[in-house]
């Protein structure tokens, strides 16, 4: 799911800034089933991401500017908090209580969470929509 909102997301702001999209145009871009986008787009409607217009003319539109958003609010909406999770599926793995690969898997993780922190939806579509080749 998170997935889906992330490429959802990054169509929606690669059209005009506040041009309402239909479901089903990303769920055709996606190669999607409408159903499905539509549920995904309520849900980050529901979380404040996206806003939903009703009537003609209506559709989804970003709340803020695409720039201001990152891949971590997307599938943290979708998804819920990110915790971290011991590596090796350990129920009790703390610094206290640190499994071998405790301190490494930390690190890592961090540098993930940075990675998704520093992405952000409006850079990540002007990148793929200005080559053709990243389309679709």
């Known amino acids: ?27 055709e871009y ?5 159903q499905c986008i539509t549920k995904i787009m309520r849900g980050l409607a529901k979380r404040g991401l996206l806003e939903s217009l009703k009537g003609r003319g209506g559709g989804f ?6 720039d201001n958003l990152n891949i971590l609010d997307v599938v943290e909406a979708v998804d819920g908090r990110l915790t971290p ?4 599926g350990l129920k009790v793995c703390a610094d206290e ?12 993780r961090g540098q993930e969470m940075e990675v998704l922190r520093q992405q ?13 080749e990243h389309v679709a």
Not at 4 to 9: N, S
Not at 61 to 66: D, E, G
Not at 85 to 88: N, P
Not at 125 to 132: G, I, K, N, T
């Open 30 to 34: 996606l190669g999607m089933p409408i």
């Open 61 to 66: 539109v970003l709340t803020r500017n695409a």
């Open 1 to 27: 799911s998170s997935e889906c909102a992330l490429r959802a997301m990054i169509y929606i702001a690669a059209q005009k800034p506040g041009t309402p999209v239909l479901s089903r145009d990303v769920a």
């Open 85 to 88: 999770h011991c590596l090796l």
């Open 120 to 132: 952000s939806i409006g850079a990540m579509a002007q990148m793929l929509f200005a080559s053709p």
């Open 97 to 108: 209580t640190a499994c071998p690969v405790h301190c490494q898997w930390a690190q890592l």
